[in-house]
Nanobody, 124 residues
Framework: QAQLVESGGGLVQTGGSLRLSCVASGRTFGSYSMGWFRQAPGKEREFVSAITRGGGTTYYSDSVEGRFTISRDNAKNTVYLQMDDLEPEDTAVYYC?????????????????WGQGTQVTVAS
């Protein structure tokens, strides 16, 4: 069972950058595909990005493609989300998630483990 802890959220101006981190407990981090999802006020949680176990394949939503970069360091049990050129529409609580396998990585309900979330606020 994985426990996930996100960090790195905060308040940033439009056009700024943040890097989110998610540290997983346990010694099987390399067995999990990892994802980032977000939930804005009054909206449903949505897919942002995902990465396969070895980091060889990444996925992005259309809204963040070209601005966000997901990466992972299996030696540190950590997945990152580098967010550049932030927009007010990116304001949300960002959640890290983990799952076994590499299929359906854009589908929220297929992820088994979730962090508590970290707030990202982009001021206009």
């Amino acid at each position: 069972q994985a426990q996930l802890v996100e960090s790195g959220g905060g308040l940033v101006q439009t056009g700024g950058s943040l890097r989110l981190s998610c540290v997983a407990s346990g010694r099987t981090f390399g067995s999990y595909s990892m994802g980032w999802f977000r939930q804005a006020p009054g909206k449903e949680r949505e897919f942002v990005s995902a990465i396969t176990r070895g980091g060889g394949t990444t996925y992005y939503s259309d809204s963040v493609e070209g601005r966000f970069t997901i990466s992972r360091d299996n030696a540190k049990n950590t997945v990152y989300l580098q967010m550049d050129d932030l927009e007010p529409e990116d304001t949300a609580v960002y959640y890290c998630a983990a799952k076994m396998g590499s299929a359906l990585l854009t589908i929220e309900r297929t992820f088994e483990y979730w962090g508590q979330g970290t707030q990202v606020t982009v001021a206009s």
